[in-house]
């Protein structure tokens, strides 16, 4: 099951609207809690598929469920056209699922660690050198993992979901305590997966990771679905006004208030906010005023967009 030719059709079997994961109506109590209250949705063959949600929404336990590890209380889950409960090993060999750093045998290399997944989903450990190519970590093959950086035990995490070339890869907040640049970088690696034609469904707090890099996000708030789109139709859909920045010593609100297209005009510290739904006429206005040089422009994120769904006030801490 492994080799180049076998992973690319791994990768790219199946129709492109295929669909690789149904849900209807997941329910998932613990108790008292309502941990999945009634979730359907479906992820297509070669998704970049986000789940976002506020902690205790009840991302983990949809994507175990999905996974196979947990069973729903009512509902029915399709994964690669078959059901995951009773556990299903013949999905197994076709899903990958991202070990938490935090799972590692520290004191192994991470060429032993590899050894050892791969010896457990009965893979030819010749995967081992192709995995750690796949992720940049050849050099680091007769590394310790407790003397490798943050970043690079997150692409061996990475590693260790790739080695049996499962065509669904399911990661876990895959960037969740890396510095800026190791983020791009592991975003790099999680593209190059996405282009080969695999479906990952990722479950991340990143909002500009899920902008970055998913087709389809959904968003989980108290067990239930809150969206489902692109981000950018969440993004759009908010209608959310552009804000414009300018210096608040050159232009006052009442000013700002005059010019045609303006909403609303606010000072905040230094700036004064100009809220537009007509950002290019109020900036056309703007530049007959003042430097355009001196006028920033902030459109909404699908931080804006999340933050709204999930019951929280629209701010822009920027
Ligand atoms: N094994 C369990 N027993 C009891 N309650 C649980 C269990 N697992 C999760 N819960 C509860 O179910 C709800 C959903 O939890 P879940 O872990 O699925 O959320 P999450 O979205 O993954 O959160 P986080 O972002 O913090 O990881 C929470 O209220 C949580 O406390």
Redesign the pocket.
Known sequence: MSGPDSQTEAAHGGSATETVIVLERLTKR??E?T?LDGVSLSVRRGEFFGIL?P???????LVEIVEGMRQADSGTVTLLGRSPWPRDTALLARIGVQTQASAFFARLTAGEHLRTVAALYRTDPATVGTALKRVGLTEKENARIDHLSGGQRQRLAVATALLHEPELIFLDEPTAALDPEARRELWGLLRSLRSEGRTIVCTT?HLDEAEALCDRVAI?ADGRLAALDTPRNLIRSLAAPARLLVPAARLTPEAALALDGVDRATVEGDDLVIETSAANRVLTHLGDLMDIEDVTVRTATLEDAYLALTGNRTEHHR
């Open positions: 613990y108790g809690v941990a949600g902690n205790g929404a009840g991302k983990t336990t707090h989980i």
